[in-house]
Structure formats: C-alpha cells, structure tokens
C-alpha cells in the first residue's frame, strides 16, 4: 500500500494533466486507507471528476465531504480550498452572493493560518463579485489587498491579475484613464511573468475601454493581438468577448451589417459555453445596432432579453446602462407609462457610467416636457451637455443641442436658437469626419486580421496534420508537450523479410506499398481510438493511454488482430506477413526539436515492445506478461520463457484472438 505523500504527489500530477483516469485511480486507491487526509483526497478527486463532466451537484457534495474530511483532520488550508471551489461553482452558475459567502469564509480561514496565496485568491475573488454588484468601493478595497500580498510576494502573474481587477473597477466608475492607465500596467507586469493568457484577457479589456474613449485605431490593435492569443489557446469565453469588441468598433464606424455578424458569432460561442453573462452582453449590443438603424421594435425585444439575464445575475452595471438605453426606446417608441415606470426604477438606483449619467439627464427632461414644465426640461438638457462635454460624448452633445435648439425656438430666442444650430452642425459634421477616419482605420484593421489569421491557420493546420490534435494544441498554447502516462499499451509492427523481398523492387514501387498500408493502419487507430507515434522505414508505433490499462490494452489488441488478420499482399502475389509485439506499462511522452517537429515516446516499456516485435514470429502477436494480464478475457497461449536483451529472461504469450478462454 502506497504511502500518503506519494498518492499526494500523483494526485497533484493528476490535476494539471487533467488526466481523469488517473483521478479514477487514485480515488479508488486513497478510500482503501484508513486516513482523515486521504479521506479528503478521496472527495476532492471524486468532485474534480464530476466537475469535469458538468455534474455540478455532485461536485459540490463532494467538495462539503473534502472539506469536512480535511477540516477534522486539522488541514484547515486545505479545507479552505474546498469551499474555494464551491464558491466557483456558484460563481459560474451566476450565483454570486453565495459565491461571495463561501470565498469569505476561505478569508478567514486564509487569515487565521497565515496563507498569503490563499488569502491573495479570496480577496481578488471577493472584488470580482463586488464589481459585478456595482459595489465599487468594497471591490477596490478587495481587490487593493490582492494586489500588496501579490506584491508583498513578488508574484508577478498575480500583481497583473489584481491590477486588472482594479482597472475593471474603475472602467465601471467611469474613469477611463484610470482604468488604462492600470490596464497598461497590468500588461507590462504580465509580459515579465510570461502569462499569455492573463495578457489576452488584458488586452480584450483595455480595447473596450479604448473604445469608450473614442480610440478605435488602438481598440482595433489590442482586440486584434487579443483575438490572435485566444485562438491559439482555444479560450473559447475570450473569444467571444474579443469578437464583442471588434463588433464594437464596426459599429460605431458605421458597419452595422458586419457588427452583427460579429455579436452574433459572440453570441453562438457564449450559448454553447452556457455563459449568461456573455449572453446578456451580446443581446445588449444586438439590439445597440438594431436602435441605430431604427429598428426600434426589435431593439426593445433584445434589451429585455438581456435586462431579464442581467436581473437573473443580479449585474448591476449591465442592468443600470440596459434600463437606461431602454428607457429611450419607451420614450421613442411613444410607449409613455413603461418609459415612466423605467425612469423611476433608474433614478432609485445608482447610475455610475459618464454616457447613461448624461442620457439620464436627456430622458428627465423628456418627463419634464410631457409635464409642460420647459424651465426644467431645458435644465436638465444642459446639465446633460455639460457632463457630455466634459466626457467628450459627441453623440450626446448632438442630441442636446438639437433639443436645445428646440427650446431655444419655443421661447423665440434667435441668439440662442442660432448658436445650438452651429454646434449642433458642428458636432454632426465632426461626427461624420471621425466616422469616415474610423472606417479607413477598421478597413486597414480587418485587412492585417485577416493576413495574420492566414497565417495562423496554416501554422496550426500544419502542426495538426505532423501531430497528435492535443499535442499540437499544447504547442500552440506554448504548454509543455512533456507527459507521463501510467498505463501506456505500446504496439510495434514490421513486415516479415522486408530488406530481402524490397531489395528487388523499384523505390518508387515500395513507397507506393508502404502508404497504402500505413494508410490503413491510420484508419485502424482512428476507429479504435489508438495514438499513431511514428513510422521507421516498414516499421510502425502506435500507443493507447487515455483509459484504464483494460481498456488501453484491448484496443491495441483490436489493432494488432486487424494487422495480422487483414490480408496483404507483395507485387507478386506472395502474403505479405507482419511480426507484432505489444507490451503495458510507464512511459514519457512529448514532442522532440523545434524544426520538424516529432512527438515520440520513451521508457523501458517501448523497449520492451520492441523486444516482443523483434523475437516474434511473423503473423503472429507476440506480448508481454503484464500486457497478458491487462488483455483479458482476450484469448492467449502461453509461449514460455525466452531471452529479452538488456532484460534476461521474460514470461511471454501469443495473442490469439477476442474471447473467454486462456490457456
């Protein structure tokens, strides 16, 4: 029976690989002890699995009995973690008070014990949530305490996490060039911590805030490097909220038809991932382009869409600009007492965006006037060109002149009246001239996007068609290929006499043969879910490691059945024969150089296979002992001892076939 640390130890491995057949093991292993901490491994490996596999109840059943284990067995750090993720789980299935409630406790826990890196995780956690509440003053605090332990640590990867939660804050509060102002910080610490995904997140942040700020040119820059860095990691969320962006910036160039097709693209990519935060933001700026190109009716039906999400998740920011764009369609709309009724529920909340702040002051007065009261409504119009004035918001101060305008001509003032038409044209003419700049700018964007993607897409069809998918992907993602695998079936194949009977055939004519058969092979690991390793001149390696070693081994055996039974033959007629040897056991994996890349495998297991191939007998599958054992039921003869090199003496079998009898 294995020593606790050394199940640890696996189990730690287990995690960062992902490797589930490995968590299946070893929570089998850890409940045959008689321990409280192996008890809590137990559960922690069995809630990784059902969390893996969207089992969300039973994970978080899990993950209390962890906590419970870990907690009596006086591991309080460890107890900690397992209401950390509860509260993800919560967290992810927008349900943030409860969320916030469990990461509390893990504060203190964290606190009590001293754990820096734990109390750095629940304080940035916390000022997540209490951003995504509008709770802005309790989210800087949090998310200020992350930030000095995770400097206090030198831990650079953290310190540019922390500094993005801040900017994400203050972006909400509407200081813009605070919030870039962190966000470039965040990239400039991120890049010294090498952390390509922390720096893509970054970057999808800092252009929607340039978007805000008017700065496509830059906005288009950073989603663009943005896009590239999520594709080549796959993070299918970035994505999405990256593709958000660059729909932004067609839409305010006047790209109406090419912006929905990005938020829609945005919108199907949130839908498979169940991401109802991502949702509710792509339904906002669907029904955005809808309300500019009047189709008002439709707007509305996507605003209330998305307000209903946002209610659900009780995100305050979002439900504050929603009601507010809302609350101008009511009034455009000339639907009266729902614009009323919306107005209300706004001014009874909190409203910290510069823009709503300022169409807030736009939708006042528009009561003001079904009051017939023209004083205050003319107040509150200029009140709502000041603030837009200050956050240089030309759409604003558009609409405020033509309304003043309006006033201007109601009480026959012709100075006034002749001032608010010049800078009403003022506004419009410069709104035309950065929309035109704008649109060149997204032309010269679009057109780089698409030439790096080109490339982009060859490099990764390329490594894809000479790799394994997921060894390509981790390339890609610029992730160690290196692995290691507990219960690796390894299989070799050559063609009996091979040297001699080719020797006399024309290259060209052995080529030929060679693909064709190995063609066929490579269909035989695609049907049978096996890992095609390499070819040698007529030699070919192949590994299944994914499952249990049963499993493992009954597929290669289906492999090298279909190869010994499926009839071939040389150019003349004569049965083209295979040997085949297959062994089971450890190996190490990964990729080999950085030109003409090659995933290989090493260890004594391949060499063992090698052994079994090489002192087999053509058209029969020769295997090990151990791969005997792991094949059963499938039926072998036993062949007896024979001499190994670099092994001595070893126990081996012939494979026979599928079946319920050994001998």
């Known amino acids: 029976m294995r020593t606790r640390e050394e199940l640890q130890a696996d189990a730690s491995r287990a995690f960062a690989q992902r490797d589930l057949g490995a968590m299946r093991r070893l929570a089998a292993e850890a409940a045959d002890h008689n321990d409280a901490l192996l008890n809590g491994l137990h559960h922690h490996l069995l809630a990784k699995l059902a969390s893996v596999e969207n089992r969300t109840d039973d994970a978080v059943g899990e993950y209390r009995r962890a906590a419970e284990s870990f907690e009596g067995a006086g591991d309080r750090a460890s107890a900690a973690r397992m209401l950390g993720g509860i509260a993800m789980i919560s967290y992810s299935a927008g349900r943030f008070e409860e969320a916030r409630e469990n990461y509390v406790r893990t504060l203190e826990i964290f606190s009590e014990t001293d754990n820096d890196l734990g109390r750095f995780s629940s304080h940035q956690n916390i000022g997540i949530i209490d951003w995504h509440f509008g709770r802005f003053n309790d989210a800087l605090h949090h998310a200020s305490m992350a930030l000095k332990i995770a400097q206090d640590r030198n831990a650079l990867e953290d310190v540019s996490g922390a500094m993005s939660t801040i900017a994400l804050v203050y972006e909400s509060m509407g200081r813009y060039d605070d919030a870039i102002s962190y966000f470039k910080n965040s990239l400039d610490v991120g890049a010294k911590s090498g952390d390509a995904v922390g720096q893509a997140r970054v970057k999808t942040s800092l252009s929607a805030v340039l978007i805000r700020m008017g700065d496509y040119e830059e906005a288009v820059r950073y989603a663009t490097e943005a896009y590239h860095e999520h594709e080549r990691l796959n993070d299918r969320n970035a994505i999405a909220t990256t593709l958000l962006n660059i729909g932004i910036v067609h839409q305010h160039t006047g790209g109406f038809a090419e912006a929905l097709t990005f938020y829609q693209r945005a919108l199907d990519h949130y839908e498979s991932l169940q991401a109802t935060h991502g949702i509710s933001s792509a339904l906002v700026n669907i029904a955005s382009v809808h309300a500019e190109l ?100 030309k759409v604003v101060q558009q609409e405020a002149h033509d309304l003043l305008r309006d006033c201007a001509e109601q009480r026959n003032d012709l100075v006034a009246y002749v001032h608010h038409t010049k800078e009403y044209e003022r506004v419009h003419t410069e709104l035309h001239a950065l929309d035109s700049t704008r649109r060149i700018l997204m032309m010269e964007s679009q057109r780089r996007l698409d030439q790096e993607k080109a490339v982009l897409d060859r490099h990764r069809t390329l490594l894809h068609s000479a790799l394994p998918p997921h060894i390509a992907e981790l390339i890609l993602n610029d992730r160690s290929t290196t692995t290691s695998h507990e219960q690796a079936a390894i299989l070799f194949a050559d063609i009996a006499g091979f040297t001699t009977r080719s020797a006399n055939l024309p290259p060209e004519r052995i080529v030929r043969m060679l693909d064709e058969i190995f063609r066929a092979f490579d269909q035989l690991c695609e049907q049978y879910e096996v890992m095609k390793i390499k070819t040698i001149g007529d030699a070919f390696m192949c590994m299944k490691s994914d499952q249990e070693a049963h499993v493992n081994a009954r597929g290669l055996a289906d492999v090298a059945i279909a190869i010994r039974d499926h009839p071939r033959t040389w150019p003349d007629g004569s049965p083209l024969i295979f040997r085949i040897g297959l062994h089971i056991g450890p190996v190490t994996a990964g990729v080999i150089g950085t030109q003409r890349l090659q995933y290989d495998i090493w260890g004594d297991t391949v060499n063992v296979a090698s052994r079994m191939e090489s002192t087999g007998e053509p058209g029969r599958i020769h295997i090990s002992e151990e791969f005997a054992k792991a094949v059963k039921p499938y039926r072998t003869t036993h062949r007896g001892m024979i001499d190994v090199k670099g092994k001595g003496s070893m126990t081996t079998f012939w494979l026979d076939a599928k079946g319920h009898a050994s001998q």
């Open 294 to 393: 009047g189709e008002r009716v439709e707007a509305v039906r996507q605003y209330e869409r998305a307000l209903e999400l946002q209610l659900q998740l009780a995100d305050a920011a979002g439900i504050e600009r929603t009601r507010v764009d809302l609350c101008r369609l009511y009034f455009e709309t000339n639907n009266i007492p729902r614009a009323l009724e919306l107005l209300e529920v706004v001014e009874r909340s909190a409203v910290h965006d510069p823009e709503r702040i300022a169409w807030l002051e736009i939708l006042r007065s528009r009561r003001s006037m079904l009051n017939n009261d023209a004083h205050e409504a003319e107040g509150f119009i200029t009140g709502a060109l000041q603030r837009a004035v200050h956050s240089n918001i």
